[in-house]
Every structure is written in C-alpha cells, then in structure tokens.
Nanobody, 124 residues
Framework: QLQLVESGGGLVQPGGSLRLSCAASGGTLDYYAIGWFRQGPGKEREGVSCISRSGVSTNYADSVKGRFTISRDNAKNTVYLQINSLKPEDTAVYYC?????????????????WGQGTQVTVSA
C-alpha cells in the first residue's frame, strides 16, 4: 500500500521560505496525481496545490498563487512544494495526498492516500 511521508516543515519568519517534500514508499508516485493540503488552527482543510501524474498540469489556490510552486521528481518518488514569501496565515499542518484522477484536483475527496503532515509555523 502506498505510504506518504511529508518533511521540511518548521518555524520560519514572515517572508521566509521552506521546501516541503512528500516521499512515497510501497508504490510508485508516477501512477498518481498529488495534492498538497493544509489545515490551520481552527480552520477547515484547504487544498493549496496539485500536480498531475506527468507534471504537466498544476493548480494553485488563489491564496498561494505566485508564492507556492509544486513539482515532482518521479525518479525519486517525491513531490515538492516550494513555499516562498511566507505569511503568518500560512501557519498550518501541510499534508500531501495521492489519488487516481484526471489532471489534478485540490478537492480532498479525489485522493485516497494521505501522509501524516508536517507543521509549518510562520512567526516573528
């Protein structure tokens, strides 16, 4: 069964950057579209970005466009989320998820496999 592990979170000052990684085991990621989601304190889960199996199609939530970049390296079985110009409202647990879907989607119900999440805290 496919397992996903996120890493790269941490405490960062406003305006800083992080690169989150989503590494897969128990299967090959190139069968799956990948989504990144986040859930901040007291907030509902939000889909922030996704990437298709081939990497040709990507999508971003309006709140992160221009600041977040999703990419994948199927040879390394890993998907990345580069997050720049961080704001305090980006504070959340970030999750990656894998699913069989045409193109990609930021809707959580399109994804079957989920990681445990990595905490991103943006604070001065």
């Amino acid at each position: 069964q496919l397992q996903l592990v996120e890493s790269g979170g941490g405490l960062v000052q406003p305006g800083g950057s992080l690169r989150l990684s989503c590494a897969a085991s128990g299967g090959t990621l190139d069968y799956y579209a990948i989504g990144w989601f986040r859930q901040g304190p007291g907030k509902e889960r939000e889909g922030v970005s996704c990437i298709s199996r081939s990497g040709v199609s990507t999508n971003y939530a309006d709140s992160v466009k221009g600041r977040f970049t999703i990419s994948r390296d199927n040879a390394k079985n890993t998907v990345y989320l580069q997050i720049n110009s961080l704001k305090p409202e980006d504070t959340a647990v970030y999750y990656c998820a894998a699913g069989i879907t045409a193109g990609c989607s930021t809707r959580g119900n399109q994804y079957r496999y989920w990681g445990q999440g990595t905490q991103v805290t943006v604070s001065a």
